[in-house]
């Protein structure tokens, strides 16, 4: 099945610092990627929807600013955090649709967990 | 009200007994999926329904689009089975978005 990378799988920076977290599919292109974020115990929190050479669609509450996405090419879709503060640290994971017949398949990323010191 | 919910939201069985994973969503969907995520975070999608019934080994879905419901069933359990299982929808609008359920986690007990 398709398989999609994220690096680094995990990352500590300090506050204050910007971190750039990767997202690719290796073996598909992907027109869309997803970003969300999952505090522990909770469920995936939609951040942003990342095209292919246009801007990031981002949701409700999400500081656009604050979290940078680039959807550069087909295969690699980067978010990065920037400023980060310790509320930042989280789990973000990125996933990939890949259109199969009229659906969408979704693949997701190993994630990547960030601390904030 | 959330637009998937997933009954129970925790489930704890002994090994070899017969699981069972319900959601119920409240749109019109386009396709719902299964996906598993294990204590180290990282998430597989097991199925994408869009009607009737589908298996993977010892993994069942179906779905009842007139019900708006879905299933999700392990048979044998196993230890290695553990881990929170999401019911997840795509709208009919902007299909390619998921909604999610709140997870339901397993703890399967040797």
């Known amino acids: 099945g398709a398989v999609v990378s994220q690096h680094p799988s995990w990352v500590i920076c300090k506050s204050g610092t910007s971190v750039k977290i990767e997202c690719r599919s290796l073996?598909?292109?992907?027109?869309?990627m997803f970003w969300y974020r999952q505090f522990p115990k909770q469920s995936l929190m939609l951040m942003a929807t990342?095209?292919?050479?246009?801007?990031?669609?981002?949701e409700q509450g999400v500081e656009k600013d604050k979290f940078l996405i680039n959807h550069a090419s087909l295969t690699l879709s980067t978010l990065t955090v920037t400023s980060a503060h310790p509320e930042d640290s989280s789990f973000y994971i990125c996933?990939?649709?890949?259109?199969?017949?009229?659906?969408?398949?979704?693949?997701f990323g190993p994630g990547t967990r960030l601390t904030v010191t | 009200k959330n637009e998937v919910e997933q009954s129970p939201q925790n489930l704890t069985a002994q090994e070899g007994e017969f699981i069972t994973i319900n959601c119920s969503y409240s749109?019109?969907?386009?396709?719902l999926h299964w996906l598993q995520q294990h204590p180290g975070g990282g998430i597989v999608s097991l199925f994408m329904?869009?009607?009737g019934k589908k298996k993977h080994g010892r993994l069942i879905a179906t779905i009842n689009i007139q019900e708006k419901h879905s299933s999700l069933h392990i048979t044998a359990s196993h230890p290695r089975d553990s881990a929170v299982y999401i019911c997840?929808?795509?709208?009919?609008?902007?299909?390619?978005?998921?909604?999610f359920g709140q997870g339901t986690r397993l703890t399967i007990n040797p």
């Open positions: 749109v019109g969907i386009s396709a």
């Open positions: 996933s990939a649709t890949s259109r199969s017949d009229n659906f969408y398949e979704q693949y």
């Open positions: 329904l869009s009607s």
């Open positions: 073996d598909f292109q992907a027109t869309t």
């Open positions: 997840a929808v795509n709208g009919i609008q902007g299909a390619q978005k998921l909604v």
């Open positions: 990342s095209n292919e050479g246009s801007k990031a669609t981002y």
